[in-house]
């Protein structure tokens, strides 16, 4: 079995509908981006989706994912706005950037 590093990067959750968020019907599209912004993988992600030609990049809610000093509780943040803050994205999120539940959650609010 390969084992993967935890990753750091930017997400989005192709739904707007709360109640299909929370019962997982969603799609998330994700970039192991590092540091890099929103716009920019937007952009990028465009090129290889063409669906979202026309959408801007703050149209469907987005995440970020970052690794925290050294010394910190856990070793990564999960920066979710709080509609998306509901078990079955942060799973997601958990599992796609193997974060091993090492990880703390920040919301916008």
């Known amino acids: 079995m390969v084992e993967s590093k935890p990753k750091e990067g930017v997400f989005w959750v192709m739904s707007l509908d709360k109640d299909k968020i929370e019962n997982g019907k969603f799609h998330l599209l994700y970039d ?8 920019t993988v937007w952009e990028r ?14 149209f469907f809610p987005r995440g970020r994912i970052w690794k925290n000093k050294e010394g910190s509780e856990k070793a990564y943040t ?4 709080s509609i998306l803050n509901c078990k ?13 539940s090492d990880y703390i ?3 916008d609010n």
């Not at 192991?32 to 716009?39: A, R």
């Not at 992600?45 to 703050?58: A, C, M, R």
């Not at 999960?78 to 706005?81: G, H």
């Open 32 to 39: 192991f981006s590092g540091q890099e912004s929103h716009i």
């Open 45 to 58: 992600l465009q090129n290889t989706h063409p669906e979202l030609l026309g959408f801007d990049y703050e």
């Open 78 to 81: 999960i920066f979710i706005p």
């Open 88 to 100: 079955s994205v942060v799973d997601k999120v958990n599992e796609t950037y193997c974060l091993n």
């Open 105 to 107: 959650i920040e919301t």
